[in-house]
């Protein structure tokens, strides 16, 4: 079954701990990007990856980090996490940049 | 500032009624703008439109897009409850040096039974 992952899928820590969140894919991607869903802000792009060791920053990229070592995975790094950065996460991918993202199931994160 | 705006912030129709959805945007380079979905979690993909005047459709659901006028329809014929989820429009653009995609907040549609 095609499917992007996440893990975990519920996440409450500390500020300053760090955390990666994980993302994979099935479906040979190239494509792969990272938001964050706030309520009244709607879902923002945070990073993404065009293919293996190429990275940019999306809107929201502050305290974040990515890396793109193999095609199918994209984790998210919060290297110090703090409780503005609580949020729900999605990781996406898709074949190419301009066509349909595949959606993960999302990563509640709580910082506190 | 490039922004995607979706009109109305939220629904509530009656099972069989017909909605329309709005989504005006302000890029530079447009490339696409696509359609998602909302129900529980993840978004789930509809359409993408890249040329004008030209509609996409799958069952019940249509969207159209206007290149001149900067925006793009979904329209829902038939509601239905499952029907019920907010509706988000996203914007493909080039950005200076880099593609940039941004999400309208969503409509937020509830159709009664």
């Known amino acids: 079954e095609a499917q992007v992952t996440q893990n975990p899928r519920y996440l409450i820590t500390v500020t300053g701990k760090k955390l990666t969140v994980t993302c994979s894919q099935n479906m040979n991607h190239e494509y792969m990007s990272w938001y964050r869903q706030d309520p009244g802000l709607g879902l923002r792009q945070i990073y993404y990856s065009m293919n293996v060791e190429v990275t940019d920053k999306g809107d929201v990229p502050e305290g974040y980090k990515v890396s793109r070592k193999e095609k199918r995975n994209f984790p998210l790094i919060l290297e110090s996490p703090s409780p503005n950065q609580t949020s729900l996460y999605f990781c996406?991918?898709?074949?190419?940049?301009?066509?349909?993202?595949?959606f993960g199931p999302g990563t509640r994160l709580t910082v506190t | 500032e490039d922004k995607v705006v979706q009109s109305p912030l939220s629904l509530v129709v009656h099972e069989g009624d017909t909605v329309t959805l709005n989504c005006s945007y302000e890029?530079?380079?447009?490339?696409?703008l696509l359609w998602y979905k909302q129900e529980k979690k993840a978004p789930t993909f509809l359409f993408m439109l890249t040329s004008s005047g030209i509609e996409k459709k799958s069952g019940r659901l249509s969207s159209i897009l206007d290149k001149k006028e900067l925006f793009s329809i979904l329209n829902i014929t038939a509601t239905q409850t499952g029907d019920s989820a907010v509706y988000l429009c996203a914007v493909t653009y080039y950005g200076g040096a880099t593609n940039k995609l941004i999400f309208g907040t969503g409509t937020l549609l509830a159709v009664q039974p």
């Open positions: 890029v530079t380079n447009f490339r696409s």
């Open positions: 996406a991918s898709s074949g190419t940049y301009l066509y349909e993202q595949y």
